[in-house]
């Protein structure tokens, strides 16, 4: 018993030195370090280890629509590499670096994995019911966007002081990783209102094949302007009216802007929203593959937007939407307050009077001066227990 409780004991001890050196400062963290070998290693364990459970469990943990990728020949060798690489750059890390939490944590994951099955894992008999968590879906969204994205923030940064993992990047990623795992159960509470309406206008389906007819460019951009004028009343509503606000408010409390910032949103809320962006998608007949290509567009999108990339791009921000032309959707001074409401196109906002981007100048700060809840639990009841109290700083 002893011993139990020294290992139990033990073990919140050990992650708060991984999360120390997660959040190291610069100077400790350079090439050299280790730093690099052990957060490259960890993030391919654990990408290796997600992939096996979805393999093991395709019922439970896999979603359907990523089948085909599981499917080619080269994807167990490419879990095999992945894990692989992991053990060499988790005992580079160890090698390397005076604290070892990173370099062991990565070492133990990709351990578990190996211990799972590995790349060569079988699926599990387990009994289906009809729901998934998709875990394979998470790992993908996760490796294309933060690839994508970090480095650039990193060669290219807005704020050349702000670190990959800044202030409140552990809330962000587990707001990312529940909208990625409930992926099935959002899309079905997202497409409800889409499927009555087809269900009940049999007589528009003579309209909905033209609209198929059409170029598929031009069904793509349709789309495009469709889904953001319906987007940007649909915001302007979530700022205006103040029960909904309490909801649009998590999505605002985030103290800091990077790729990983625009996942923070209430779960309510992505369901409103996407009901709402999908309306025009999913009932005026555009073709599968144009709603797949936007589906696809608006989640490097969203990133972008929110991304912690320098860049002025004056001209280009009155009609297409950059970072510094969201950032002061976020800002917090007066002046960013209920402007820049267009997701794609700022020239919406022109139109009804909300478009704000004063010539080579960024927010100062970013947030909402009202006391939100620093953990996903309390950020969740926030609209239902929020008082509207201004923070002390404000």
Known sequence: ?????EMNARIPGFFKSLMRDL??????RGFGTGWFSGFFAMLLA???LLMVIALRFPDWFATPELAVVKGWTGFRAAVHVILLASYALSLLSLLLRPRKALGFFALMIGLGAALLGGA???PEETRSWGVFFGLDFFVVNLLVTGFMFAPIERLKPHRREQRLFRTEWREDLFYFLISSMFVQLLGFLALAPSTVINENTGSFDAFRASVASLPWIVQFIIVLVASDVAQYWYHR???????LWGFHAIH????SMDWLAGSRMHFIEIIMLRAITSLPLFTLGFSPSVMQAYLGFVYVWSSLLHANIGGNLNGVGHWLATPRFHHWHHGLEDE???????IHFP???KLFGTFHLPKDRWPKDYGIPEDVPRNYFGQFLYPWTRTGKKTNDT
């Open 336 to 342: 960013a307050f209920d402007v820049n409401f267009a």
């Open 46 to 48: 654990i990408a290796g």
């Open 120 to 122: 060569n894992v079988q």
């Open 1 to 5: 018993m002893k011993l139990e409780d």
């Open 347 to 349: 020239w919406i906002d």
């Open 23 to 28: 959040e190291a400062p610069r100077q400790v």
């Open 237 to 243: 509503m979530f700022h205006k009216v103040p029960f």
């Open 252 to 255: 605002h409390s985030a103290q």
